[in-house]
Every structure is written in structure tokens, then in C-alpha cells.
């Protein structure tokens, strides 16, 4: 499926929506749940729709 | 060098290592001169919009197994050129395609996703009726920004029609300020218990900024207990609810045992609230700005509707339904209306030839005036503030040469021309290929693109050979084309 998506690029949160055809002439719009990427220095969390940048040393 | 992490744990760890974190950084998008240095790499707030987005697209693209090049992006409606743009260099930079982005306005996302919620209700239940166009004024409140639009609404059968009024000037004013005020009672609080001065307590620099950044995640989690705890049962005569917490190593190796109910929270908060508060900003102005610019009272409003996070917080609900003296329009989740308003228009503008019936039309306008500047002479309106986006106009003969070689073209952003804080967007000189005689007139074309970014186009007036296209990032000679 081609996901058609939408992101608010927040001052303080960033969300990503997808929508996508599902009959009747409607369309379903989901919020995305970004999830964990590891990484050697810990985590990069994108919780569900949070993404606040931080730099670690 | 060290690692880069992005998300909720960067946020929390601003206690941690509150000099090595970037936030906010969308307040400064567009500003060419704005670098944060972590130990020797810069980082401008174009890197950073990069780096959210490509994890964004990262995540997509792992989630639906697919590549993903497109993407309906939001920024404010009161996001001029410069900002724009560089938020467009920022998605190009992450992966996504020049001809597969497009920029919508916020409140507009915000009302599509409202109008399509209406329209699913519809079958079950219409709340609120669009069949004849309604005035609806889009108040968001987010982490740092307060952003008010009056938008025109009207939905005709499928087709939905959304148009930008007027907006209010970029205000920064949202919850950081709302947990500063937390912050200071609880400090307070702190110094009465310990029979300390406070404003004298922390010392150094970093004590300061770990004490507030400790106090204003407190508070946040507060805030958003009480949202969840008190929802309804808000107004006199219902009870309080209290959010307690123990901090550790506080201050100079001592805990901090403190607790705070709603009620003496939402009294901290009150000037945020209230048109006059002593603290110089509150979340009234805006709206009573944006209203005056659209020539409208505020009983001309149809509708409220309420986005962004703050406004999950009752006692910020009910400053503005007493402001309107009538109910608001808010969602559960009023952090997602933007992105789902945009994710939808996406699929329609996609599947515009395959849809039958369903149309969605926005009509974006400019956010500021822009100016020629003329020596000797008092900038030309190029512009105006609230024009229609696509917008295409040939100023025939507007400058004239005034040496042999060419002319250098000024183009300024402003509220008039004798706003104080008038910006030069852009100064490019124009070099002709041929000798061009002074006094010889210039033609200039200027476009919106649907994206708001602007684009011009100079040449010698009735000689289109002589043609100079004025990118802003790239000025393009053409040598008779
Ligand atoms: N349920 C809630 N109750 C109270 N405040 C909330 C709630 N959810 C989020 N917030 C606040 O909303 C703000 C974030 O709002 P958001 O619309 O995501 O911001 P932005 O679009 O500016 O990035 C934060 O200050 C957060 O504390
Ligand atoms: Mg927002």
C-alpha cells in the first residue's frame, strides 16, 4: 500500500499521519506510532509522535 | 563525536545535558545566520528540521515497507518566504522529492481534518454544519507558539472549500511559558520550606538551568495529570486534584518534596489567561489581534475550534469559550488534527483524477508584503499581505537601469513601508549580457507558487532576451533564450 502521508513539523512535537482508501468513498487517516531505533550510544526514541532533537556527546 | 538522538528520551535528558540539546528550533527556521555549535559541528535550524524529518521518513518507510518521496508538510500560516523555503531545503535534504512536497498552512490541516470528522460523523450525527460557508476561527496553542487564523469554510456536496482570512503575527507564547510559571511558584514553595531566598538560590548558571529544566518536566506531567484526572469536572464546586512528587538531590544534595493541586496551578497561570495579565503576553491578544485584522467581532465568529496540546488543558479551554461566550470545538487528541489534515490532503491531491465526486480546494495566502526597493525613492509594493497563493503578476517597467552593466534588485518583507522591522529578503544584482543604456526600463514578474515561496523574473522591458531569473537561492542568467 502507498501510504499518503502528512507531517506537522511542530515547534516542540512533530506528528506523522498516514491516510489511506478504505471503501464507501472514505478515507482512514491514522496517527503513525514511530517507534524505537536502537543505537550504540543508547536509544533514539521517536516516541509515537515526539521528535525533540538531542545530540548526545 | 558523539551520537544524535531525536525523541521523547532527548527531551527528557534536557536535564541531563541541557547545553548539548537543540529545542525549539522551528522558532528560527529561516534565519540564515542562526547556528548552534555542539562541541565542533554547527548545526542550523535547517539541519535540525533535516534530521527530524528523515527520521520521520525512515519511520514511514519501515512501517509500510515502501520508499517514500512525497509528502504534504505543514508550517505556520504566518510563516513568510525565507521560512518556507528553508523548511523546503530541509525536506529536500531528508530524502523527499522537490515536485512531491507540498506546504499547507496549518489551521487549514487543522479545518480539513475537522470538516472530514464532520463529514464521518455526518451518518451518525452532524454536529456541526458546513452546508452553508461559516467563519471559523482556528485557535492553536503548542509547545511555543500561539497561533490564531480566521478561516472561511464551506462545503458543497463533496467538494470542500477552505480560505485563509487573516492571521495573527507569530506569537511565542505556549506550554513552556505555561510551566515557567509552575516553575516559579514551585521554587517558591522551595525557599518558603527551607527559609531561603530563592531569586538568590541557585548560584551558578547550571544549577539554575538544571533546577528549572527538573521543575518545568514537573510540571508538564503535572499539567497533563490534571487534564487526564479532571476532564469534566471542571468549574467551582468540584474538587481539586493534587500531583505530588519527590525530587532527589535536589538542591546543595537535598530532596525536594513538594506537591501541587489544579486550582493553585491554574492560579499561576491566570495572566497567561487574562487580557492585561501582568506578565505582558497572554493568549487573548492574538485572537483579539487576528479578529481586528479580519474586520470582524468576535460574535461574527461561526465557529471555535480548538488545536495544538495546550488546549487539552481545561482551564485553557474555558478562557476562550468565556472569551467567545459559547463552546468550542476540541477533540480529545487536539495534537493531531494538523497532521491528519494534511496526511488527507495528500491523498486527495494524489488521487485527484481517480476520485469521482470530493474535492478539496485551499486557498493559502501570502503572509507579509514585499517590496521593491528604489533608490531615491520609497519601496514599490510588490505583494500585498493576504494575497491569494498561486499568484502571478508582471510589473511592466517598475525600476529603471542605472549603469551601463545593470541594476540591483532589493526585495524587502515588511507590515508597510515604514515597518521598523523591515527584512531584506533578498539582494541581487542583475547583470545584463549586452550594454543596456541607463534609465532603461525593467520589467519584473513576480510569483506565488502554492507553496507561498516566492520566485521573480527581471528583464529589460520589451526585450525578453535580456531575461534574469531570480531564484533565492540561485540567480540563473539566461543569455537569450
Ligand atoms: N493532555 C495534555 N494536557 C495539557 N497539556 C498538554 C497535554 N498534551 C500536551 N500538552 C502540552 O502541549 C504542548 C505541546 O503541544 P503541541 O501541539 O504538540 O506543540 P507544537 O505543535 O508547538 O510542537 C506541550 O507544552 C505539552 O505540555
Ligand atoms: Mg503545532
Not at chain 2, 382 to 402: N, R
Not at chain 2, 416 to 424: A, E, L, N, T
Amino acid at each position: 500500500m502507498k501510504p499518503y502521508i502528512g507531517i506537522d513539523l511542530g515547534t516542540t512535537n512533530t506528528v506523522v499521519a498516514c491516510a489511506d482508501y478504505i471503501e464507501d468513498g472514505n478515507v482512514k487517516i491514522d496517527i503513525l506510532d514511530i517507534e524505537q531505533i536502537s543505537d550504540r550510544c543508547g536509544s533514539i526514541t521517536v516516541k509515537k509522535n515526539v521528535a525533540v532533537l538531542h545530540l548526545c556527546g | 563525536m558523539g551520537h544524535e538522538f531525536i525523541g521523547q528520551l532527548a527531551k527528557n535528558m534536557k536535564n541531563v545535558e541541557y547545553d548539548r540539546v537543540i529545542y525549539n528550533s522551528k522558532n528560527y527556521i529561516g534565519n540564515r545566520n542562526h547556528v548552534w555549535q555542539i562541541d565542533n559541528k554547527k548545526y542550523t535550524p535547517e539541519d535540525v528540521a533535516e534530521k527530524i524529518l528523515s527520521v520521520a521518513k525512515a519511520n514511514v518507510e519501515r512501517f509500510y515497507g515502501e520508499r517514500v518521496d512525497g509528502a504534504v508538510i505543514t508550517v505556520p500560516a504566518s510563516f513568510n518566504h525565507d521560512q518556507i523555503e528553508s523548511t523546503k531545503n530541509a525536506a529536500k535534504s531528508a530524502g523527499f522529492l522537490e515536485d512531491r512536497l507540498i506546504f499547507i498552512s496549518e489551521p487549514t490541516a487543522a479545518l480539513l481534518d475537522l470538516i472530514y470528522e464532520e463529514k464521518l460523523s455526518d451518518k451518525r450525527n452532524t454536529i456541526h454544519d458546513f452546508s452553508k460557508p461559516k467563519k471559523v476561527l482556528v485557535f492553536d496553542l503548542g509547545g511555543g507558539t500561539c497561533d490564531v487564523s480566521i478561516m472561511n469554510v464551506e462545503i458543497n456536496g463533496d467538494d470542500y472549500k477552505v480560505e485563509e482570512l487573516a492571521i495573527s503575527p507569530h506569537t511565542q507564547l505556549g506550554g513552556v511559558d505555561f510551566d515557567i510559571c509552575g516553575v516559579l511558584y514551585l521554587l517558591h514553595k522551595y525557599s518558603i520550606l527551607n527559609d531561603i531566598d530563592h531569586k538568590r538560590m541557585p548560584h551558578h548558571v547550571d544549577v539554575k538551568r538544571y533546577i528549572f529544566s527538573v521543575l518545568s518536566l514537573e510540571i508538564e506531567k503535572a499539567r497533563i495529570m490534571f487534564s487526564s484526572l479532571s476532564s469534566g469536572l471542571t468549574g467551582e464546586g468540584y474538587g481539586d486534584v493534587v500531583y505530588r512528587n519527590s525530587l532527589e538531590n535536589f538542591y546543595t544534595g537535598q530532596s525536594f518534596e513538594f506537591e501541587i493541586s489544579k486550582k493553585e496551578y491554574d492560579e499561576c497561570i491566570k495572566p497567561l489567561l487574562t487580557k492585561g495579565g501582568n506578565l505582558g503576553f497572554n493568549i487573548i491578544d492574538p485572537i483579539i489581534d487576528t479578529l481586528n485584522k479580519a474586520n470582524l467581532g468576535k460574535e461574527d465568529i461561526d465557529e471555535v475550534f480548538l488545536v495544538g496540546g495546550m488546549t487539552a488543558y481545561s482551564t485553557v479551554r474555558e478562557a476562550i469559550e468565556n472569551f467567545f461566550g459559547k463552546k468550542t470545538i476540541s477533540y480529545l487528541d487536539p495534537m493531531y488534527s494538523v497532521a491528519k489534515g494534511a496526511a488527507l490532503y495528500n491523498y486527495y491531491n494524489e488521487n485527484k483524477k481517480k476520485i469521482e465526486k470530493g474535492k478539496i480546494i485551499i486557498y493559502p495566502v501570502v503572509a507579509e508584503n514585499i517590496y521593491l526597493d528604489v533608490k531615491n525613492n520609497l519601496p514599490v509594493l510588490l505583494v500585498s499581505q493576504g494575497t491569494k497563493a498561486p499568484y502571478e503578476k508582471v510589473h511592466e517597467g517598475i525600476v529603471k537601469v542605472d549603469n551601463a552593466t545593470g541594476i540591483k534588485l532589493d526585495i524587502l518583507s515588511g507590515k508597510s513601508i515604514y515597518d521598523p522591522k523591515m527584512k531584506r529578503l533578498k539582494s541581487v544584482q542583475l547583470t545584463f549580457t549586452d550594454i543596456i543604456k541607463p534609465g532603461t526600463p525593467i520589467s519584473i514578474k513576480v510569483t506565488f507558487d502554492k507553496n507561498r515561496i516566492l520566485h521573480l523574473e527581471a528583464w529589460v522591458t520589451g526585450n525578453f532576451k535580456q531575461r534574469i531569473d531570480v531564484t533565492f537561492d540561485k540567480e540563473v542568467l539566461y543569455d537569450g533564450c
